[in-house]
């Protein structure tokens, strides 16, 4: 969409701030409008909760996520419509004048994510959106999303990625994400950073930043899951409560405590995303509109969660074979993933398609997949998916005893699974990536995977 590099020329604070002015962005509006979604993994399901939570209150809600699955306007959408293609034209002309005249005064190149991100925020604005939400790209300290300002925030997880950027350790992965908070404002961390609890706690208290954790301040309990969805009950508020597995350590009355809050999306890290997703929006709205009524509150969690459609997370494709696929990408959230397969749809008769991207670990990747199946299809992405036969080679390493083939391409892969499936039936997985899981869901539906646009 824009003739200009994915990454612009070093840190983009600066010239992208100047940006913002040159659109006229009021970034005080900016600041009092938005939260932002950080994280490893579950980003952009949580992002979508959240939105479909403002929408739900009544808000004109815009959102901002990525990557897209198969439209490059997927990424910016208000009341859940993507933005239409004049309106991209008419910000996309605005936003390359100024990049311009700004990119010749401080002899700066811009990035297509930076140019983007303001592209959002003018769309935003002009719109005249009450709510939006903020899925970051890569961190927190120095993605676009920080110069938003936001003071409720959030961390879903924290894995190894990125590693070359955000650091080689979990605490210095955490905190990168973190610093996409404002001063004095509040950071919902996800389940799996309860770990790194006194790091982050210490990290971020000389910035006024208070921390609070899911299963620690914040509820999740009596979670059941099926293929058609999942329930969980939530509570959250001040005084805080305390809770350890089935074990409530310090149970005392809460503000917000709601039963059999339901999700279409499926796996067990939805529990955690969607009870983020509330939070995020609770904070949010104490913030700008405190004293609303609590019945119109819980209506909107009710709607909002129950309501959210987020494509690639454990979908279900087609039902003859059954076949699932999911486009998480790094090693914690793919074993998660599975996990959640295995109890929702059983452990029995699967065939793994699989594949990494060129620039991902695909044998961490694989090696977290390949020991659950003894049928597997090593095949490639177009787009920037790496070499099957090293796919299969890694497959084969993490379980020798398995049955593996090489697909040359999707449209292979699909074929080729489908006649392994046939007989005896049995049912496909298809996960290692997220151009991997779209494209094979395009080939599988009729459509072209090579002509996808991926950025």
Same mark, same amino acid.
């Given at each position: 969409?824009?003739?200009?590099?994915?990454? @612009?020329?070093?840190?983009?604070?600066?010239?992208?701030?100047?940006?913002?002015?040159?659109?006229?962005?009021?970034?005080?509006?900016?600041?009092?409008?938005?939260?932002?979604?950080?994280?490893?993994?579950?980003?952009?399901?949580?992002?979508?909760?959240?939105?479909?939570?403002?929408?739900?209150?009544?808000?004109?809600?815009?959102?901002?996520?990525?990557?897209?699955?198969?439209?490059?306007?997927?990424?910016?959408?208000?009341?859940?419509?993507?933005?239409?293609?004049?309106?991209?034209?008419?910000?996309?002309?605005?936003?390359?004048?100024?990049?311009?005249?700004?990119?010749?005064?401080?002899?700066?190149?811009?990035?297509?994510?930076?140019?983007?991100?303001?592209?959002?925020?003018?769309?935003?604005?002009?719109?005249?959106?009450?709510?939006?939400?903020?899925?970051?790209?890569?961190?927190?300290?120095?993605?676009?999303?920080? %110069?938003?300002?936001?003071?409720?925030?959030?961390?879903?997880?924290?894995?190894?990625?990125?590693?070359?950027?955000?650091?080689?350790?979990? !605490? %210095?992965?955490?905190?990168?994400?973190?610093?996409?908070?404002?001063?004095?404002?509040?950071?919902?961390?996800?389940?799996?950073?309860?770990?790194?609890?006194?790091?982050?706690?210490?990290?971020?208290?000389?910035?006024?930043?208070?921390?609070?954790?899911?299963?620690?301040?914040?509820?999740?309990?009596? !979670?059941?899951?099926?293929?058609?969805?999942?329930?969980?009950?939530?509570?959250?508020?001040?005084?805080?409560?305390?809770?350890?597995?089935?074990?409530?350590?310090?149970?005392? +009355?809460?503000?917000?405590?709601?039963?059999?809050?339901?999700?279409?999306?499926?796996?067990?890290?939805?529990?955690?995303?969607?009870?983020?997703?509330?939070?995020?929006?609770?904070?949010?709205?104490?913030?700008?509109?405190?004293?609303?009524?609590?019945?119109?509150?819980?209506?909107?969690?009710?709607?909002?969660?129950?309501?959210?459609?987020?494509?690639?997370?454990?979908?279900?494709?087609?039902?003859? +074979?059954?076949?699932?696929?999911?486009?998480?990408?790094?090693?914690?959230?793919?074993?998660?993933?599975?996990?959640?397969?295995?109890?929702?749809?059983?452990?029995?008769?699967?065939?793994?398609?699989? @594949?990494?991207?060129?620039?991902?670990?695909?044998?961490?990747?694989?090696?977290?997949?390949?020991?659950?199946?003894?049928?597997?299809?090593?095949?490639?992405?177009?787009?920037? @998916?790496?070499? +099957?036969?090293?796919?299969?080679?890694?497959?084969?390493?993490?379980?020798?005893?398995?049955?593996?083939?090489?697909?040359?391409?999707?449209?292979?892969?699909?074929?080729?699974?489908?006649?392994?499936?046939?007989?005896?039936?049995?049912?496909?997985?298809?996960?290692?990536?997220?151009?991997?899981?779209?494209?094979?869901?395009?080939?599988?539906?009729?459509?072209?995977?090579?002509?996808?646009?991926?950025?």
């Amino acid at each position: 969409m824009f003739d200009l590099p994915k990454y @612009g020329d070093g840190v983009c604070l600066a010239r992208l701030a100047e940006l913002l002015n040159e659109l006229g962005i009021r970034r005080v509006w900016l600041q009092r409008s938005s939260v932002v979604v950080t994280g490893s993994n579950g980003k952009g399901s949580t992002a979508a909760m959240c939105a479909a939570i403002g929408h739900a209150y009544g808000l004109r809600t815009g959102l901002f996520t990525s990557p897209h699955l198969l439209r490059f306007n997927e990424r910016i959408r208000i009341d859940g419509v993507e933005i239409g293609d004049d309106a991209f034209a008419r910000c996309k002309q605005k936003v390359e004048a100024a990049i311009a005249g700004i990119s010749q005064q401080r002899g700066e190149k811009f990035g297509a994510f930076e140019a983007l991100f303001a592209l959002a925020c003018l769309h935003f604005e002009e719109s005249r959106c009450e709510f939006i939400v903020f899925e970051a790209g890569i961190g927190g300290r120095y993605d676009p999303v920080r %110069l938003v300002g936001a003071r409720q925030t959030c961390v879903t997880s924290v894995d190894y990625e990125h590693v070359e950027l955000l650091g080689n350790t979990l !605490e %210095l992965i955490a905190s990168d994400k973190s610093d996409a908070c404002a001063n004095g404002g509040t950071i919902v961390y996800g389940e799996n950073c309860r770990g790194l609890r006194q790091h982050l706690t210490e990290y971020n208290r000389h910035r006024g930043i208070t921390s609070l954790f899911v299963r620690d301040e914040i509820g999740i309990y009596g !979670e059941q899951a099926s293929a058609s969805g999942q329930r969980f009950d939530y509570q959250f508020g001040n005084p805080h409560y305390r809770r350890s597995g089935t074990r409530v350590l310090d149970l005392v +009355p809460v503000h917000h405590d709601y039963r059999g809050l339901e999700t279409r999306l499926l796996g067990t890290a939805q529990f955690n995303n969607a009870a983020i997703a509330a939070t995020l929006f609770l904070f949010w709205l104490e913030r700008s509109r405190p004293h609303k009524a609590p019945e119109r509150i819980e209506a909107a969690l009710r709607a909002g969660l129950r309501e959210t459609q987020w494509p690639g997370r454990l979908e279900v494709i087609t039902q003859d +074979p059954l076949t699932v696929i999911d486009v998480g990408h790094t090693p914690d959230g793919i074993r998660q993933s599975l996990a959640s397969l295995k109890a929702i749809h059983g452990d029995q008769n699967w065939i793994l398609v699989t @594949g990494a991207s060129s620039d991902k670990k695909a044998g961490e990747i694989v090696g977290a997949l390949a020991p659950s199946f003894d049928t597997i299809v090593a095949t490639a992405a177009y787009h920037k @998916g790496a070499n +099957p036969h090293d796919i299969a080679a890694a497959a084969r390493l993490a379980n020798p005893g398995a049955e593996i083939h090489v697909a040359a391409t999707i449209e292979d892969a699909v074929r080729l699974a489908d006649a392994l499936a046939a007989s005896p039936k049995r049912k496909l997985y298809v996960a290692g990536g997220l151009f991997l899981a779209i494209e094979y869901a395009t080939a599988a539906r009729g459509g072209r995977a090579q002509d996808l646009k991926f950025f």
